[in-house]
């Protein structure tokens, strides 16, 4: 039956593409914004060097918001590796974050 259902109603109607778009838009704002990745400069919304980050590494989503929270998390992991001079474990978690390798089909 649900099946069924997506079929004879699917997500994406033209008639309300403008509707979703803007709902997905302010969604994706008040999320940001909410994330602290946005703030208030008078009466402009813009990115603080953090957003600017999450922003120039969209592509690899959600290795990003994953790097974000080891950046700001309590126990600083990211600021711990660079200081205790671990290298090959700073490399082995950025690789892990940040490099997607395809899994072949069969």
């Not at 603080?48 to 918001?65: C, I, K, Q, S, T």
């Not at 998390?73 to 974050?97: K, P, T």
Request: hydrophobic fraction near 50%; proline fraction near 4%.
């Amino acid at each position: 039956r649900g099946a069924a259902r997506l079929v004879e109603l699917p997500l994406f109607q033209p008639s309300l593409m403008r509707e979703q778009a803007v709902h997905t838009f302010r969604f994706c704002t008040e999320f940001l914004y909410h994330s602290g990745l946005l703030m208030f400069e008078g009466d402009k919304l813009v990115a603080n060097d953090l957003g600017g980050l999450v922003a120039h590494l969209f592509f690899l989503e959600p290795a990003n918001f994953a790097f974000l929270a080891l950046l700001t998390s309590a126990e600083q992991i990211v600021q711990r590796l660079c200081r205790e001079g671990s290298e090959e474990q700073l490399v082995a978690l950025l690789s892990h974050l940040f490099h997607q390798e395809r899994i072949p089909t069969f």
